[in-house]
């Protein structure tokens, strides 16, 4: 089965850092790009960012472009996201996603396996 | 920035059709924005219903469908049911490795 488990949330105070975690299962983790994204409490969905599956392409919503660091380590299929100078409107669940994006020649850009989150509140 | 808009709200009689759209605040959405679409109810992760514009995502009922309409990407539901009241989320790909969420419309089956 695929699965992914986000790790790491917590209760932060603003300017602080915390690091997510994302651990994978069921599929081939180099083989595939990986997101995150997050919903505040009451909010819709906000794409944070997104990394190739060899890492290195790397790519941020500008809410959070310079403060925010997305990594892979494939040798422990785990997804990871460094947050520095968090702010009380980085508080929110995120979410793990496994992104698509090309299949036998053909492009889809979209996330097809979802965590169920880990809670981040900057108070 | 360019926005990416939905409706806030739809309501639709069970049994009955509801079309959700896509939308840019600048142009039009067409196949090359990738649309996807995602269902959530409260306190759950997001499900993938949509993807490539008109692909059913595995394990979807075919009562969901998608399309372009006009200058809009759209989430068809035909015969909805009352276990369909959620809310829906489009996402495009904007280039460069970005994508971006539509502000979510929440669906009522009454």
């Known amino acids: 089965d695929v699965q992914l488990v986000e790790s790491g949330g917590g209760l932060v105070q603003p300017g602080g850092s915390l690091r997510l975690s994302c651990a994978a299962s069921?599929?081939?983790?180099?083989?595939?790009?990986m997101s995150w994204v997050r919903q505040a409490p009451g909010k819709g969905l906000e794409w944070v960012s997104a990394?190739?599956?060899?890492?290195?392409?790397?790519y941020y919503a500008d809410s959070v472009k310079g403060r925010f660091t997305i990594s892979r380590d494939n040798s422990k299929n785990t997804l990871y996201l460094q947050m520095n100078s968090l702010r009380v409107e980085d508080t929110a669940v995120y979410y793990c996603?496994?992104?698509?994006?090309?299949?036998?020649?053909?492009?889809?850009?979209?996330?097809?396996?979802w965590g169920k989150g880990t809670t981040v509140t900057v108070s | 920035q360019t926005v990416v808009t939905q409706e806030p709200s739809f309501s639709v009689s069970p049994g009955g059709t509801v079309t959700l759209t896509c939308g840019l605040s600048s142009g039009s959405v067409s196949t090359s924005y990738y649309p996807s679409w995602y269902q959530q109810t409260p306190g759950q992760a997001p499900r993938t219903l949509i993807y490539?514009?008109?692909i059913r995502s595995s394990g979807v009922p075919d009562r969901f469908s998608g399309s372009i309409l006009g200058n809009k990407a759209a989430l068809i539901i035909t015969g909805a049911q009352a276990d369909d009241e959620s809310d829906y989320y489009c996402l495009l790909f904007m280039g460069s490795g970005i994508s971006v969420f539509g502000g979510g419309t929440k669906v009522t089956v009454l």
């Open positions: 490539s514009t008109n």
């Open positions: 990394i190739g599956g060899s890492g290195g392409n790397t």
């Open positions: 996603a496994k992104r698509v994006v090309e299949v036998a020649g053909r492009y889809y850009f979209y996330m097809d396996v």
């Open positions: 069921g599929f081939t983790f180099s083989s595939y790009a």
